[in-house]
């Protein structure tokens, strides 16, 4: 596998697997892969895209050098997302202790919104503001459940607890969620 | 995947879904120069010696770490001359199997895969002050008074000079348990105590002058130092 080269039809674990055995394009390919995935996670929780490419790019540092822990069979989304989770939880770690104000955050947030129309500006900041009002464990859960669609269960090996603790955070995030988005999603229908 | 009343309802979905939106503004450029910062970061590391060690397996990594720590008890225990007879009491071994079983376990936080959920802080602070409250304890439960009272009095001066031996071990074991580390949060702490662990149980090994203001001043002091000194490092010097 070393020397044949990976398709883009290969799954995560067979270019893993490669990457392992030595195979640098399948590195490529799965940062393609992630990437992408990865920004979008870490862009919604930082709001910052220097930040949130910094972490990206972090987190495939860090799988690179833990390339030699992966073992054939297992699966290989748990292990970037937990590892991007991580840095994002370490970030928010040190930034709260070196007492970064949230004016700080919010002039350098969200770049893409000068793109915007002002309604759906508007929008977004709302939704924003009432995702950072959740406790960060419940933030974590909304994101991997809705936005990355992984199960419970994997939910769960993500964040370091049980899958029923994380059905109770996920129960709580959505409604509060919805409890500070009511007026909005009333004025949808 | 996730079953439909696993999911929020739809007007809350549905407003969930307008921060999914993928940004396409130079997505191709930007993911290349990406890629590329980060394989020149990942290609220079491999070239380090700390590099080469995180990106070992972590069975490789703890059993590095396994067989230095023997090799230098190995080596101290039958090289240099351990404590009398009369003070290899209980409490001593005690001491020595706690500081033991203490510096394993630093050794298993830091060395801890970066795939797996980071441990919380909590578990890592207690680590630490229960390193620290073993070397302060075990300073307490030092030889039988009756003897330590029949032996030199100028154990605090003798201090100085433990405190200097038991900083300079735990140097390397510091340095190894941070060339182990991929960056797993309070690692350094952590080694700091660990480090602290490693000089007090050479030192309670082999140290013979008894007397609690000895082994609070000599000894303990060194974990003390290590953690707190480092603690304030990190603190001023913040890590990338």
New interface residues.
């Given amino acids: 596998m070393a020397n044949s080269p990976p398709t883009p039809a290969a799954t995560d674990e067979e270019l893993m697997d490669a990457y392992v055995d030595g195979n640098e394009a399948a590195?490529?390919f799965l940062?393609?892969r992630y990437?992408?995935i990865l920004?979008?996670l870490t862009?919604?929780h930082l709001r910052n895209d220097e930040l949130a490419?910094e972490i990206?790019?972090q987190t495939?540092?860090?799988?690179?050098?833990?390339?030699?822990?992966f073992r054939r069979g297992s699966k290989l989304r748990?292990?970037v997302m937990?590892?991007a989770?991580?840095l994002v939880?370490?970030h928010w770690?040190?930034t709260k202790r070196?007492k970064m104000t949230n004016l700080e955050v919010e002039t350098q947030a969200a770049p893409?919104a000068d793109?915007m129309p002002l309604e759906?500006r508007q929008?977004?900041e709302l939704?924003?503001v009432a995702?950072e009002k959740l406790p960060s464990s419940q933030r974590e859960v909304?994101e991997l459940?809705?936005?990355q669609?992984?199960?419970?269960a994997e939910v769960a090996q993500?964040?370091?607890?049980s899958e029923g603790a994380v059905r109770v955070r996920?129960h709580r995030a959505?409604a509060t969620?919805?409890q500070l988005?009511v007026s909005?999603?009333?004025g949808?229908? | 995947m996730t079953s439909g009343s696993d999911r929020p309802d739809a007007g809350l979905g549905e407003r969930l879904r307008e921060l999914d939106a993928p940004d396409a503004s130079g997505n191709g450029a930007r993911m290349n120069r990406m890629f590329a910062d980060m394989k020149a970061k990942c290609d220079k590391s491999d070239r380090t010696i700390p590099g080469f060690l995180r990106s070992r397996s972590t069975m490789a990594r703890r059993f590095i770490v396994l067989s230095v720590f023997s090799a230098l008890a190995f080596v101290g225990w039958f090289a240099f001359p351990l404590v009398g007879d009369h003070a290899r009491t209980v409490p001593w071994t005690t001491s020595l199997v706690t500081f033991c079983v203490l510096l394993v376990l630093a050794m298993f936080m830091v060395t801890r895969p970066v795939h797996l959920p980071a441990l919380p802080r909590w578990q890592s602070v207690c680590l630490i002050c229960i390193a620290l409250g073993a070397t302060v304890l075990a300073a307490f439960w030092p030889y039988p008074a009756a003897q330590a009272a029949t032996h030199d009095p100028g154990g605090s001066v003798m201090a100085g000079a433990c405190m200097g031996v038991g900083l300079l071990l735990g140097i390397p074991v510091y340095a190894l348990l941070r060339l182990v580390d991929r960056g797993n949060a309070l690692g350094s702490l952590v080694a700091a105590a660990a480090a602290g662990l490693a000089g007090n149980f050479v030192l309670k090994a082999h140290c013979s002058v008894p007397g609690t203001s000895h082994e609070l001043l000599g000894h303990a002091s060194v974990a003390l130092v290590f953690v707190v000194g480092l603690g304030l490092v990190h603190r001023w010097i913040p890590s990338k």
């Fill in positions: 590195f490529r940062f393609e990437a992408p920004l979008r862009r919604r490419e990206v790019q495939f540092f860090r799988l690179h050098g833990a390339r030699n822990d748990p292990w937990t590892i989770m991580n939880r370490e770690r040190r070196r893409e793109f759906l929008r977004s939704l924003h995702l909304v459940h809705w936005f669609e992984r199960p419970y993500i964040v370091g607890t996920a959505y969620l919805k988005l909005e999603i009333r949808d229908e």
